[in-house]
């Protein structure tokens, strides 16, 4: 059973650019998170989306926005890059309720 | 979610038991304990995960105290690919979690 995909892998952008990743769940999983990693600030989460519907969110500004397709695939974006957007973003997918998510391995994003 | 309190760092002996601790003494009737770990830059890899009762996979064993206030993730055998940055989370769903700093168990030849 493939694993999540996330693309790209790396992304080198600049200051007031925007991006967009992608993130290919487990099959049959609905549930998709997205969550930031940083040095400093850990792994923290986004948001989440279930049958294309955004469920919970993170304490992140509204520059950071995503959506889910009708296959569970998602997106994300992030409009307006600064430099402290500089990170490995990660996507995770689950059934949803108690089930664990699995995680891909990140896009790392670069802002210059 | 309840807070989770981990060691910061935790050396093994190859091939020995790794009793990796962790503290949530808040934990709440409905949330459960989750165990990931990350090896470096990679994502994080799902262990185990239970409620009440002791759990054991391929990968580890969970034990959960009587009284849900502590937890104890045990790798039987560890070998130098265990080296990673262990997590405990509880929460009641499994698709918002809130990573804290882990544990980084480093296992020695």
């Known amino acids: 059973k493939a694993g999540v995909t996330q693309t790209p892998r790396y992304l080198i952008k600049t200051r007031g650019q925007q991006v967009t990743l992608s993130c290919s769940p487990i099959?049959?999983?609905?549930?998709v998170s997205w969550y930031q990693q940083t040095p400093g600030q850990g792994l923290q989460f986004l948001f989440e989306y279930f049958s294309e519907t955004q469920r919970n969110k993170g304490n992140f500004p509204g520059r950071f926005s995503g959506r889910q397709f009708s296959n569970s695939r998602s997106e994300m974006n992030v409009s307006t890059l600064e430099l402290g957007d500089s990170a490995l973003y990660l996507c995770?997918?689950?059934?949803?309720?108690?089930?664990?998510?699995?995680f891909g391995d990140g896009t790392r994003l670069s802002i210059l | 979610d309840a807070k989770t309190t981990q060691p910061p760092s935790m050396d093994c002996a190859e091939g020995r038991a790794a009793n990796l601790p962790c503290n949530h003494s808040t934990i709440s009737g409905n949330e459960y304990v989750y165990w990931y770990r990350q090896i470096h830059s990679q994502g994080p890899q799902y262990i185990i995960h239970g409620l009440k009762n002791n759990e054991t996979n391929e990968m580890a064993s969970l034990i959960i105290t009587e009284d849900r206030k502590s937890s104890t993730l045990i790798l039987p055998h560890a070998t130098l690919r265990d080296t990673a940055v262990y997590y405990c989370?509880?929460?009641?769903?499994?698709?918002?979690?809130?990573f804290g700093g882990g544990t980084r168990l480093m296992v020695k030849p």
């Open positions: 099959s049959g999983h609905r549930s």
């Open positions: 995770a997918s689950s059934h949803g309720g108690n089930q664990p998510q699995h």
């Open positions: 989370i509880v929460a009641n769903a499994g698709n918002m979690l809130t």
